[in-house]
């Protein structure tokens, strides 16, 4: 099943529009460390789980643009 191409996808995984891609790796690793905070803090094993799943969610959106280019190269 193949899913529509995005236009914001697209522009976000350009390799000429680095700036933009390091302001949303910034975002990410921003964002997982405040998960990492909670993970630290919480006392309940599903606020655990839960901060793991937001992680590994994440790291996924990190490695988009590797996944994405290494399609464009197989076509």
Known sequence: MTTP?????????RMTDTQ?????????????????KKMEQSHEPIDIYRAQGFIQALKQLKYLKEEIQNAQTQK
């Not at 790796?25 to 997982?32: E, G, K, Q």
């Open 5 to 13: 191409e995005k236009p914001w996808l697209k522009k976000l995984t």
């Open 20 to 36: 933009m891609w390091e302001a949303f790796d910034d975002m990410l690793n921003y964002s997982i460390s405040l998960q990492h």
